[in-house]
C-alpha cells in the first residue's frame, strides 16, 4: 500500500500518545498534500493466539453453558484478550500507513449455531472496503443459538468472508512454510507444496508425488487450542479453494509471503518457493 508514495516515507496513522511521549509522532500538516495512493483492498483476520485460547479453553467458553458462571466471567476474559490483541494489530499497521479497522465479529453482530456461522452481517465490512479502510477481524466469542456461546474461529471467519466477497485470493500466515504430511517438529516432515480440491470438497496431495495416492496429512494440535489447529484451516482453506479461489499457506515475514501476496502466484508457482498452494481441480 505505501509502494505508490514519491518519497517512500510512511506517516503513521496511530495519533494516540505512547508512554512517556508529550506528543503523537505524526506531524498532521504532512497529511495536507499527501497523494491519494492507490491500492489493492484486502482483509486482514487474524487469530487469538494467548489472547484468547487459554481463557477460552480453561472456563469451557467453546463448549457453551453462558449460564454458568465460569463460562461467563471466561467469556468475559476471552473478549477482553482478544480486542486487546485486535487493537495492538490495528495499531501496528496503522503505523505504518495502513487505514486499518478493527471489527469484532461479536461487535459487529456475527452469531452462530451449534458452531456453525448463523448469522453474519457483512455490510460494514463491505462499506469499509469501499471506503479504502482495511477491515481487521479476528477469532472472537459470540453467542450460539443452541449452546449459548462459542469461539468463532478465524479461519471460519475468512472462509465465509470468500464465500461473500469473492477476493482473487487467500492467505494464510502460519509460522512454518506451510503444510506438511506430519508434524514439522518431526524431522522426517515433508512439505506439500500443492494442494487439490475436488468438485465434492475432498482433497489430495497433487505435490510433491508420494507412492500412497490416499496418504492423509497427519495433524496435531494444541491442548489450550479452541478451534482445531491446522486441521481446521486445510479443511477451511479446501472449502476456500472449492470456490475457485486459491489459497497459499506459508510462513510470516519471508520473501515467499510477499510473493504470495503480491498476486505472482495465481498463474505460476515457482519451483524455490516455499509454502503450500490449495488449489481447484476439475479432474
Not at 520473501?255 to 498452494?277: R, V
Amino acid at each position: 500500500m505505501t509502494t505508490g508514495s514519491n518519497s517512500g516515507e510512511v506517516l503513521g496513522m496511530d495519533w494516540s500518545k505512547q508512554p512517556g511521549e508529550s506528543e503523537i509522532s505524526s506531524t498532521l500538516s504532512d497529511f495536507e498534500d499527501r497523494p491519494v495512493v492507490d491500492s489493492s483492498p484486502f482483509i486482514v483476520v487474524h487469530g487469538a493466539g494467548s489472547f484468547g485460547h487459554f481463557q477460552a479453553s480453561k472456563s469451557g467458553v467453546h463448549k457453551g453453558g453462558l449460564y454458568q458462571p465460569l463460562v461467563k466471567a471466561g467469556f468475559v476474559a476471552t473478549r477482553i484478550s482478544v480486542t486487546k490483541l485486535n487493537l495492538e494489530i490495528v495499531r501496528a499497521l496503522a503505523r505504518e500507513g495502513i487505514p486499518s479497522i478493527g471489527m469484532s465479529p461479536f461487535s459487529c453482530g456475527w452469531s452462530t449455531r451449534e458452531r456453525n456461522i448463523a448469522s453474519a452481517d457483512l455490510s460494514a465490512v463491505a462499506k469499509a472496503i469501499e471506503s479504502g479502510l482495511v477491515p481487521v477481524l479476528h477469532g472472537d466469542a459470540v453467542l450460539d443459538d443452541l449452546l449459548d456461546c462459542t469461539i468463532l474461529s478465524g479461519d471460519v471467519i475468512i472462509s465465509h468472508l470468500a464465500a461473500h466477497l469473492k477476493p482473487e485470493y487467500v492467505v494464510f500466515l502460519t509460522d512454518v512454510s506451510g503444510v506438511y504430511d506430519r508434524p514439522p517438529s518431526d524431522p522426517n516432515a515433508v512439505l506439500l507444496r500443492e494442494i487439490a480440491v475436488a468438485k465434492d470438497g475432498s482433497w489430495s496431495i497433487e505435490k510433491p508425488t508420494f507412492q500412497n495416492k490416499n496418504k492423509q496429512v497427519e495433524t496435531s494440535v494444541a491442548a489450550h487450542d479452541t478451534t482445531g489447529g491446522m486441521l481446521t484451516k486445510i479443511s477451511e482453506a479446501a472449502a476456500i479453494a472449492k470456490l475457485g479461489i486459491d489459497v497459499y499457506i506459508v510462513k510470516a515475514a519471508t520473501s515467499h509471503a510477499l510473493k504470495a501476496f503480491s498476486g505472482e502466484l495465481k498463474d505460476n508457482l515457482p519451483d524455490d518457493w516455499l509454502g503450500t498452494a490449495i488449489r481447484f481441480s476439475n479432474k
